[in-house]
């Protein structure tokens, strides 16, 4: 077997943006309709904040500072590892783009209620203060 015959795993980033009231900013996915955080994949070439950094400001308008790592995530079918940061928004503007079609700030409740338990995890342990939680998943439910 050559290294290339190997699996390989991706390294993906997102960013859980909390206000005042602790409710967390979602995007909706235009490809899925789905609620989540904002984030995407690492590209080779970038650092984990910069490219953090470059997915929230892609998926929202906004200029974000990274606070914290707040958990580890692996999604065990597909080989992604998701590092997921809380993160403050220091500037830009809330615009839809081809990628996302609205935006809504959720609490803790709406995240459980509007989210699939693998993404709604993230944004949950990233509203708690504490340790970093590190979490393996199939792509919809914990395992």
């Known amino acids: 077997m050559t290294p290339a015959d190997l699996p390989r ?33 690492l590209e080779l070439s970038e650092s984990i904040h910069d490219g953090l950094r470059r997915e929230v400001r892609e998926e929202t308008g906004l200029e974000v500072d990274p606070v914290a790592l707040t958990g580890v995530y692996k999604n065990m079918k597909r080989g992604v590892v998701a590092l997921v940061f809380r993160c403050e928004a220091i500037g830009g503007e809330l615009t839809t783009n081809p990628e996302v079609t609205e935006f809504r700030w959720a609490t803790p409740d709406e995240v459980r209620a509007l989210v699939v338990e693998a993404f709604a995890v993230r944004v949950l342990d990233a509203l708690k203060t504490g340790q970093v939680a590190i979490r393996e998943h199939d792509g919809t439910n914990l395992v």
């Open 9 to 41: 795993h991706s390294v993906s980033v997102a960013g859980v943006i909390a206000d005042e009231q602790n409710r967390a900013l979602l995007i909706r996915r235009r490809d899925t309709g789905r609620w989540e955080p904002p984030g995407g994949v």
